[in-house]
């Protein structure tokens, strides 16, 4: 007897020193050993990936002026560097005055001119032989209105083969001089140059060059209509020297024609000006260090703005290179402390990231995508940099608290406001502002049960941040009530952003469970309602593993509250865990209803088949209905690699009595696993396996229940059921406590209360409890 338990005994016994070798601290790692680890390999690449793109984002917001007009601002602001600068106003107005100096240039009309000039000269000869008006040409007569008296006038001045010296000298000065100072003007011409001092005219000469100024008194060809002679026009002829006598025959003749003398060159006036404009030197205006730009308090004016963005273009093109390296380099630093801090602590706090480097990916996107939409805004709208700065943050904490838990999202949304508050080059008061934001959301989140949840989440989040931005105001503005309407408005930002946050995190909920393979307590409480087709289909299929189902998520629900773990969680968990036996549900003692066993007439092994089964059967069910990943968790691990002890026993006993000499092997009646990964997971287990047990007890005392829990609890736990989840020896004795409170109160109207001698069940009790475990 003796050599027949030594086996058993030592294997208890290994298993006992596997245990308190799990619980006892592990010496920490080397340091290169770590290293080499290809996890952290993996992390180190994705935080230098995280760090690289949070480098350029805050770099670049850094690099940005956020100040706009009507801003009352908190503080003051000085150059940072000496610098001399364009007064464009000052430029543009030497610009002007340097064009307006210029002059504008006037060239001979030389076609009409050399035609006024030429019949000028061949006036007297054409009428030299002639001896009456008979004699000269229509032509003529038209051009000059000849009459006889004029004939006469003009005879006296052709000489032998041609003009006199006199009447050429003549013609030749009012071509060239008479009407080039008192010019003939077309309308617009005659408008400009009127308005126009005479040292602003100049004569452009054929060279190139031009004269001035030209100092006559204009003469609008309109005047000269139907051939009018105006008195001005004979003035002219007389200047040039002809006599009285024949000055009207000349003005006639200029008036017949109608022709300007003088024409604005627009090509060579536009070229002078512009010349003369670009030949101005700027007007430099020089700052120093140290100038300021505007005081603490100042309500931000255009003319300020605008000094503002010069000084800053100003210092990113001339700025030494210290001046903006050092800072550079010290932000980078800054960042990539965060970012170690931030990996470090996602993968110590939480196994699912360090295990799985996609889930630190998606954090560090979450996070950067957030920086991305803060900076993005802010600098295309400064004064809603509140909003942009508030809303990311309280949306990524949001997601996060959903994703994995309190600490996580308050300890990731300080990195992430540390961030924000660096980029937009921010006081501690906004970071502070942004943090009790934030803290005041995911505290409000401890459990997501309903939307009502997230709404009033966010409502409070939505109050404090409000009135932490007045609050804020009246720390840092030196002067509130010049900026009323400014904190006003950002108090409305605050909290019009936080209240839009809960209504699209309401909207976005099932989309963050799917991303994240979540599942929230909104979900959790739909899937519990009775009225859900899968539990509808249990109840009717197997009423009693429905029942049975009821009292474990019962059980299983106090026993997770009593450490803290998440109670609702267990319970649908509880509800779901067996749902694979309505394909087969009376081969379940639960609901055979004293019914014929029909594992009678089946080998141990077929029965192992038909019990096992239910587990793969909940699973494909699960699967087919949509139920989130956690809950098939407790489906699959709710009897983890547990033995199957009733039959394997029966299997046992067949085999002796056949006589075989192979006796069926443990592993060959366990279940496939896996153990449970989660306490939750844990307590079901042991809740379900309790509850089993109880139910086939008659009139089971307290002292047998407590016997019953204490050594099923003992068996999972020696059996390494427990190893892969984190459930401590202590928490499970208060797991214990609160299954065993449980069980009691359940069985409390039907429980007989023996002497102590009678505590303990009978053998056929017992056969009962070990069937009703295998079911």
């Not at 030196?478 to 409305?492: E, F, G, I, M, T």
């Not at 696993?673 to 379900?688: C, F, R, V």
């Not at 989840?725 to 039907?750: D, F, N, Q, W, Y």
């Amino acid at each position: 007897m003796n050599t027949s338990n030594k086996p058993k005994t030592s294997g208890r016994s290994e298993q006992r020193r596997q245990e308190i070798r799990r619980n006892i601290p592990k010496p920490a790692a080397d340091i290169r050993q770590a290293i080499r680890r290809p996890e952290f390999i993996r992390s180190a690449i994705i935080i230098f990936a995280f760090l690289i793109v949070l480098s350029i984002l805050v770099a670049w917001a850094r690099e940005q002026v956020w100040t706009y007009p009507g801003l009352v601002t908190k503080q003051a602001q000085l150059t940072r560097l000496d610098y001399r600068l364009e007064n464009a106003a000052a430029t543009q107005t030497l610009r002007d005055e340097a064009e307006a100096a210029s002059p504008f240039i006037y060239i001979p009309n030389t076609a009409a001119l050399d035609r006024l000039h030429s019949s000028l000269l061949g006036l007297p000869t054409a009428i030299a032989g002639t001896e009456s008006l008979v004699d000269v040409a229509d032509e003529l007569k038209q051009l000059f209105k000849l009459d006889e008296a004029n004939l006469a006038k003009v005879k006296p001045f052709a000489g032998p083969g041609g003009p006199t010296d006199a009447w050429t000298k003549w013609s030749d000065a009012l071509v060239k001089e008479s009407l080039i100072q008192a010019p003939i003007l077309d309308p617009e011409t005659f408008q400009l140059f009127s308005t126009q001092a005479a040292t602003n005219r100049a004569l452009g000469l054929d060279n190139g060059m031009f004269e001035r100024p030209l100092r006559g008194e204009p003469l609008n060809v309109t005047e000269l209509q139907d051939g009018n002679v105006p008195p001005r026009l004979r003035e002219i002829v007389r200047r040039a020297g002809f006599p009285a006598s024949v000055d009207s025959l000349v003005a006639t003749r200029i008036a017949m024609e109608a022709r300007p003398s003088l024409l604005l060159d627009r090509n060579r006036t536009d070229t002078l000006r512009t010349e003369a404009a670009s030949g101005v030197e700027p007007v430099m205006i020089e700052h120093r260090a140290g100038e300021t730009l505007y005081l603490a308090g100042d309500r931000i004016s255009d003319s300020q703005q605008q000094e503002v963005l010069r000084e800053a273009k100003m210092f990113a093109l001339n700025a030494p290179w210290s001046s903006r390296w050092i800072p550079r380099i010290g932000i980078v630093s800054l960042l990539a402390a965060l970012s170690i801090f931030l990996a470090a602590f996602t993968s110590m706090t939480h196994k699912r990231i360090a295990k799985n480097p996609l889930r630190l990916v998606a954090i560090c996107l979450l996070v950067a995508l957030s920086l991305y939409i803060s900076v993005l805004i802010s600098a295309d709208a400064p004064a809603l940099a509140l909003a942009a700065s508030l809303g990311p943050l309280l949306l990524s904490v949001m997601i996060l608290r959903l994703a994995y838990d309190q600490r996580l999202a308050i300890a990731l949304g300080a990195i992430q406001a540390a961030i924000v508050t660096l980029a937009l080059q921010e006081t501690l008061g906004w970071f502070l502002l942004l943090a009790a934001g934030a803290g005041t959301l995911v505290a409000q989140l401890d459990e997501v049960r309903s939307r009502a949840c997230l709404i009033r989440a966010s409502s409070i989040a939505a109050a404090v941040s409000a009135v932490g931005a007045v609050v804020l105001a009246m720390i840092e503005l030196p002067n509130l009530s010049a900026a009323w309407l400014q904190v006003v408005a950002d108090a409305a930002q605050a909290g019009g952003v936080a209240l839009c946050v809960g209504f699209l995190v309401l909207g976005i909920l099932p989309s963050i469970e799917r991303v994240f393979h979540i599942t929230t307590g909104m979900t959790l409480a739909e899937l519990r309602d009775p009225r859900r087709p899968l539990l509808r289909e249990l109840q009717q299929r197997a009423p009693g593993t429905y029942d049975h189902s009821l009292q474990v998520a019962s059980i299983a629900e106090a026993a997770a509250e009593a450490i803290g773990g998440d109670g609702l969680l267990v319970y649908v968990g509880g509800l779901y865990h067996d749902i694979g036996k309505m394909h087969k549900p009376q081969y379940f003692v639960e609901n055979q209803k004293g019914g014929e066993n029909r594992h009678d007439n089946l080998s141990p092994a077929m029965s192992l088949l038909v019990i096992i089964g239910h587990v793969k059967d909940g699973i494909e069910l699960a699967r087919e209905y949509r139920v989130p990943r956690a809950i098939i968790h407790f489906i699959e691990s709710h009897h983890g690699t547990t033995l199957v002890e009733y039959f394997f026993h029966a299997a046992k006993q067949r085999a002796e009595e056949a006589g075989d000499k192979e006796s069926p092997q443990e592993v060959e009646f366990r279940y496939p696993g896996p153990k449970p990964n989660t306490k939750e997971a844990a307590i079901l287990m042991l809740s379900d396996c309790v509850e089993s047990a109880t139910r086939a007890m008659v009139d089971p005392t307290p002292g047998q229940i407590e016997g019953l829990v204490h050594d099923l609890a003992r068996k999972r736990l020696l059996d390494g059921q427990f190893d892969q989840c984190p459930m401590t020896l202590a928490e499970l004795s208060k797991v214990k406590e609160a299954i065993l409170a449980r069980v009691g109160a359940i069985h409390h109207g039907r429980i007989a209360y023996p002497s102590e001698g009678d505590a303990k069940p009978s053998e056929e009790e017992l056969e009962r409890v070990e069937a009703a475990e295998a079911g």
